[in-house]
């Protein structure tokens, strides 16, 4: 098979972390940065040189254990036209809403289309991610301390959410035993 010379033209980099502020808080961050390898003339910025950045935003959500967002910070550091950061003004009105199934959709009614950033709805579908990676697994983690966890008779959140914790897996039978079916 002929290999096929590659160029790089655009790189994009996410960076998400989860972080607890207290025993009820959690803080949900997220970071977008584009560049290109190559200068872009830009109306509002001028000559954006190779490497510099065409996007740079961040987001900041402070959730509570039951996944509401308290608290929402967007930042646009850099964009192509000046106007972008405006957008951020709308980001406050996420507050209050829940994490949970139906996220993206409530996200888009919100923020979606002209009433946001594209980059940072796209951020908060990640960050959404990351806050049951970082919220379950700490609870799961003080659960476990207090050896309540493979006992409960409560419905594992997790299970039927993906292929592993499928009833049928052995995943479900090793972690939850009552839960798997043959």
Not at 3 to 28: A, C, M, P, T, W
Not at 48 to 61: D, N, S, T, Y
Not at 64 to 84: H, Q, R
Not at 129 to 146: E, G, L, R
Request: net charge positive; hydrophobic share 35%.
């Amino acid at each position: 098979m002929k290999k096929n010379k590659r160029v790089l033209l655009h790189q994009r980099s996410i960076k998400l972390n989860g972080f607890l502020i207290d025993d009820e808080l959690y803080e949900l961050e997220a970071e977008l940065l584009d560049t290109k390898n190559y200068d872009v003339s830009n109306f509002d910025r001028g000559n954006i040189k190779a490497g510099e950045p065409i996007h740079k935003m961040k987001i900041v959500l402070t959730v509570d254990k039951e996944m509401y967002v308290k608290k929402a910070m967007a930042n646009t550091l850099f964009s192509p036209f000046k106007i972008c950061n405006r957008a951020n003004d709308n980001f406050k009105m996420i507050e209050g809403l829940q994490i949970k199934h139906g996220w993206r959709k409530n996200i888009n009614e919100i923020i979606g289309n002209i009433k946001g950033c594209t980059h940072i709805r796209e951020l908060l579908n990640s960050l959404a991610t990351v806050a049951f990676q970082t919220i379950n697994s700490h609870n799961s983690k003080k659960n476990s301390k207090d050896k309540k966890n493979n006992n409960s008779n409560t419905k594992p959140s997790l299970l039927s959410s993906c292929y592993a914790f499928r009833p049928k897996s052995e995943v479900v039978k090793r972690l939850w035993p009552g839960w798997y079916k043959k």
